[in-house]
């Protein structure tokens, strides 16, 4: 009796362990939850910019236009995300993940190799 007391406990544990091992335990979730943002904010500065090019202003700028002014810096490091014009018609905006590559990728246009969520314009900036 005393012995499969033992070997639950031992089973249990190990159970504990490897799920910890394979989620990664708390400072993972953190990690996800942080990484979750800067995929939000990107979207979110997305649906600005092409708010701004809808209405022929400047890229990147403020508008009443587009009333929504996203989060341009990361949660973390408080470091601003890079916005680069690789074309007249396209826009990069991106952030540094914690995750590699980034568990958070969902989005038409996201490279989780870069970080870098690229979107197309209407109007040449």
Known sequence: M??????????????????L????GA????????????????RALATHMR??????LAIPSQSPLCPEDPTREDPLTGA?????Q??????????????????HHAAVGFDPE???LTISLANEV
């Open 86 to 103: 690789p074309s007249a018609w396209t826009l990069r905006l991106c952030a540094s993940f914690e995750n590699d590559p980034p568990r």
């Open 27 to 42: 400072e993972q979730a953190r990690r996800d939850t942080r990484d979750a943002q800067r995929m939000a904010d990107l």
């Open 114 to 116: 870069t970080g870098c």
């Open 2 to 19: 005393r012995l499969a007391v033992v070997g639950l406990v031992v089973l249990a544990a190990l159970a504990i362990g490897l799920g």
């Open 51 to 56: 708010c701004l090019d809808k209405h022929g």
């Open 80 to 84: 601003p995300y890079e916005i680069t």
């Open 21 to 24: 091992w394979v989620t990664g």
